[in-house]
C-alpha cells in the first residue's frame, strides 16, 4: 500500500511550494501524483510534487474519520490522476492557485504541458502543468463573481496553440506578454526572443531580461 492510501479519512496540513499559507482538509482519495481533500466544503485537488510538509492535526493524530465525505459527483474518481482531473474540470467554474496569486474562471485546452485558462479578469492565460498548486472546481451552476451567464461569454483565445509551452512562446516573439500574473513587473514586457530555453524580454524602461523557461508559470498578451 502506498504511504498516502494511509492518510484517507484524516485531516491534514500541508504546505506546497510557492504557496504562503497552508492547506488543511480531510483526504478523500489519492491517485499516482494527486491528492484530494475536502475543506471548508470544497474539494481541492493537489499535484503531489508540490508538497513540502505535511502533518496530521492534532486531533487525526492517532484516529481515523469513520465518516469520509463522498467524492465530488461532478468529478470522474476512477483511477485518479493530475491530467484526468484537468480533463473533468475543462468546462466548469474553477479556482487555480499559482502560488501567489489565484485565478477565477475556465480551463478551455489542455496540451501537453500547459492548458489555457479563460478568466473574466485576464482573458486567455496560459498556465504551466508544472507550476499550478491546486485546483476547486465548482458546481456547474456557478459563475464567477455571481455574474449570469449571458454576461459572461467564453471567447477563446484566437492564437493558434502549440504542443509546449516553450513552442507557444515561440509563437508569440514580437508581442507585449505579461508573465506570472506580473508578480515581478521587470518580467513583463516585449517578448524579443526565444533560444535554448531562454527568452529575453525588454521592459517598459527598454532594459534587457533574460529568463529561463523553466520559470514561466503563467503567460498571458495584455
Known sequence: MKPAMTWLGKTIEFELSGCK???QGEVIDVGEDIMVLYGNQRYIYVPLHHLQTMHFTRSEENTTSMDVPAPDPEMDHNNI???KVLMNARGKFS????GRRKLHGYITSI???YFIFYSPLHQS???SIHHLKYIIPSPSNSRPFAMDHQHFPIQPSTISLSRTLDQQLQKMVGELVILNLDYKPEQTGLLKNVNDKLIEVIDA???TRFMHTSHVQTLHLP
Open 21 to 23: 499559507l497552508p492547506i
Open 81 to 83: 490522476s493530475y491530467r
Open 95 to 98: 479556482e487555480i492557485s499559482i
Open 111 to 113: 496540451m501537453n504541458d
Open 125 to 127: 492565460v496560459y498556465v
Open 205 to 207: 524602461e527598454g532594459y
